[in-house]
């Protein structure tokens, strides 16, 4: 039977990797409904020409006019603008890619749970942001959630259908990334394309910076939390250069259940895409022999305090992972444009949590606080980049 396929975030990294495999497959076994993206309209007219969706969605509406002269004559349906975007994420389809990226991923992954199918999730804010209203509203609709980032994916796989409450713990993996031997010194003076050089995969620069800061893992211990109702306790981080081993499942006998495989990010949205089934894949595959060896350290609370932030974000709860990860996208955004230092991230992450108090600290009730909470911190961290950008400057002409 032809399996329905959305794609939320489809001009990015892992929707063009998605739609890579649907076009490798056997004619008729998948059939797209929707495609989203963000602002690049060109790309999501050339992809809808090429698929065929039954409606595409463009969330800038400024960018409308490049979409509509594109698909003139098509017979294609579009929109643009937020409602059109979770127009796409309510159609019915059997599967759906919720791949896209920060806090805007919210609403329309939700909307897509919502319709009780299969979710393949990417987003790690749907988690991080409101994790247990998110895990609440699949059970309520049914729906079944299939992780993608590659660590989480390695987790479900290695689990074997295992629940996860009977296992001693999990260990996510992490590269490192580009400052994995860097001292603080060099980190201070990093730039936003040393940071984004990331030494194994190829991603955007958002998540470059935060693989590059180690915030990726932190997000990720908070999403693996909520995916496999563990406390944080019992999920690990560890440090593996050559991101061949993307998670390991400790079990209660002592064994150590690993998933392996070349970086490709194919390869587990191929495991969500062919699920419960497995599909055929261009991948590489590992040669261990030329491998040669695998090495594992322990990541540097020193030089990556972003890990513990996220820890400790979680342990709070409420509103706090919100701030995390709200005073985290503007931080990255004001590195990525020269405001402030690599550095900068972190503190401040760290002092927008400290100096939350006007953000909503109890119970997040319902999606509408957490939206609240989303938009309060990040006027917070909004502030804050500006007071340490003026230092910086101050200082500098002071030299």
């Known amino acids: 039977m032809t399996r329905s396929v959305s794609i939320l975030g489809a001009t990015g990294s892992v929707g063009l990797a998605t739609l890579d495999l649907i076009a490798a497959a056997p004619a008729g076994q998948y059939a797209v409904t929707a495609l989203t993206a963000n602002t690049r309209a060109a790309e999501l007219a050339e992809l809808?020409?090429?698929f065929r969706p039954r409606f595409t969605a463009l969330s800038d509406p400024r960018q409308a006019h490049v979409l509509e002269a594109a698909l003139a004559g098509s017979g294609l349906q579009w929109g643009a603008g937020a409602s059109a975007v979770a127009e796409a994420a309510s159609m019915d389809a059997d599967w759906t890619m919720a791949a896209i990226v920060g806090a805007a991923g919210l609403a329309p992954t939700l909307a897509a749970v919502k319709r009780g199918k299969v979710v393949a999730l990417a987003n790690k804010e749907a988690l991080v942001c409101a994790g247990p209203l998110f895990m609440e509203s699949a059970r309520r609709s049914g729906a079944?959630?299939?992780p993608v980032d590659s660590e989480h994916n390695a987790i479900f796989q290695a689990l074997g259908g295992s629940d996860a409450a009977s296992v001693r713990r999990i260990i996510l993996t992490a590269s490192?990334?580009?400052f994995r031997n860097s001292s603080l010194e060099t980190m201070a003076r990093a730039t936003a394309r040393d940071a984004v050089a990331h030494p194994v995969w190829s991603m955007g620069a958002k998540i470059s910076?935060?693989?590059?800061?180690?915030?990726?893992?932190?997000?990720?211990?908070i999403e693996a939390c909520h995916l496999f109702a563990l406390p944080p306790e019992r999920v690990d981080v560890i440090v593996h250069p050559e991101s061949i081993v993307h998670g390991l499942v400790e079990h209660q006998d002592g064994g150590l259940l690993a998933q392996m495989g070349t970086p490709d990010m194919r390869t587990p949205i191929a495991h969500a895409l062919g699920w419960p089934d497995r599909m055929e894949t261009s991948v590489s595959r590992l040669d261990l022999p030329a491998l040669g060896k695998l090495t594992f350290e322990a990541p540097d609370p020193q030089r990556f305090p972003a890990l513990e932030l996220a820890r400790a974000a979680?342990?709070?709860g409420g509103a706090s992972p919100v701030i995390l990860n709200a005073a985290n996208e503007i931080a990255v955004d004001a590195f990525l444009n020269g405001h402030v230092g690599f550095l900068d991230i972190a503190a401040i992450v760290a002092d927008s949590l400290d100096q939350g108090e006007?953000?909503?600290?109890g119970s997040l009730t319902d999606f509408d606080t957490v939206y609240a909470a989303d938009a309060a911190a990040r006027e917070l961290a909004v502030s804050l980049v500006k007071a340490r950008a003026r230092r910086s400057a101050s200082?500098?002409?002071?030299?």
């Open 48 to 50: 809808a020409l090429r």
């Open 144 to 146: 079944t959630i299939l």
């Open 176 to 178: 490192g990334g580009p």
């Open 209 to 221: 910076v935060d693989s590059a800061t180690m915030m990726n893992k932190g997000l990720e211990v």
């Open 314 to 316: 979680f342990r709070e």
């Open 358 to 361: 006007g953000v909503a600290r």
């Open 395 to 399: 200082l500098a002409q002071g030299a």
